[in-house]
């Protein structure tokens, strides 16, 4: 069981804008920023956003974070078939002193 | 560029201890954090433990008995070792590094290696 809870699927058709929640605690989410991470099957996990919506350069603006207390979430504008994946979000936990995952969510696309 | 390349033996029988070293190319070790994370097959994501020069070894306290994470500086390598492990520490195993102090902000990523225990 993760520490921070994501919906284990989400869906949307291409061009709707769709949104993943990440919720954690005081330990975590609320006093720490939270990052997200997207994953292809057989791939390594690549950074998609990092404290809590700043993109790394190549990652498009239709893809956005937000934090607010101990939930943060991910949102993709206009989606599209590439977008299906997984994504995790993580965040430092100071009780654990370590990082924490969320479970994962898998984006597909209708 | 920085570049990460991983290798370490991919079978283990129960008990044995699990030995991974990642290559680091194109950063020293200061200003980064090093880290291990791992993934059981069809499953999510676990954070090992990580290194840093500021912060010194952290690990996951439900693994910290077990676990040591070690650098050579001298071969810009860092290493992950398991001990003990069981059928329940099968999953691939992933090197990854971001900048120090940040969390686990990680842009930098092994290939991953596949690790099963087995019998």
């Known amino acids: 069981q993760s520490v921070l809870t994501q919906p284990p699927s989400a869906s949307g058709t291409p061009g709707q804008r769709v949104t993943i929640s990440c919720s954690g605690s005081s330990s975590n989410v609320g006093s720490n920023f939270v990052h997200w991470y997207r994953q292809l099957p057989g791939t390594a996990p690549t950074l998609l956003l990092y404290?809590?919506?700043q993109r790394p350069s190549g990652v498009p603006d239709r893809i956005s974070g937000s934090k607010s207390g101990t939930s943060a979430s991910l949102a993709i504008s206009g989606l599209r078939s590439e977008d299906e994946a997984d994504y995790y979000c993580v965040a430092w936990d100071d009780s654990l002193s370590g990082g924490v995952f969320g479970g994962g969510t898998k984006l597909t696309v209708l | 560029q920085v570049q990460l390349r991983q290798w370490g033996a991919g079978l283990l029988k129960p008990s044995e201890t699990l030995s991974l070293t990642c290559a680091v190319y194109?950063?020293?070790?200061?200003?980064?954090?090093w880290t291990w994370i791992r993934q059981p097959p069809g499953k999510g994501l676990e954070w090992i433990g990580e290194f840093s020069h500021s912060e010194g070894t952290r690990y996951n306290p439900s693994l910290k008995s077990r676990v040591t994470i070690s650098t050579d500086t001298s071969k810009n390598h860092f290493s992950l070792r398991l001990t003990s492990v069981t059928a329940p520490d099968t999953a691939v195993y992933f090197c990854?590094?971001?900048?120090?102090?940040?969390?686990?902000?990680?842009?930098?990523w092994g290939q991953g290696t596949l690790v099963t225990v087995s019998s």
């Open positions: 404290r809590n919506n």
């Open positions: 990854a590094s971001g900048p120090v102090g940040s969390g686990p902000w990680y842009n930098y």
């Open positions: 194109g950063a020293s070790f200061s200003g980064y954090s």
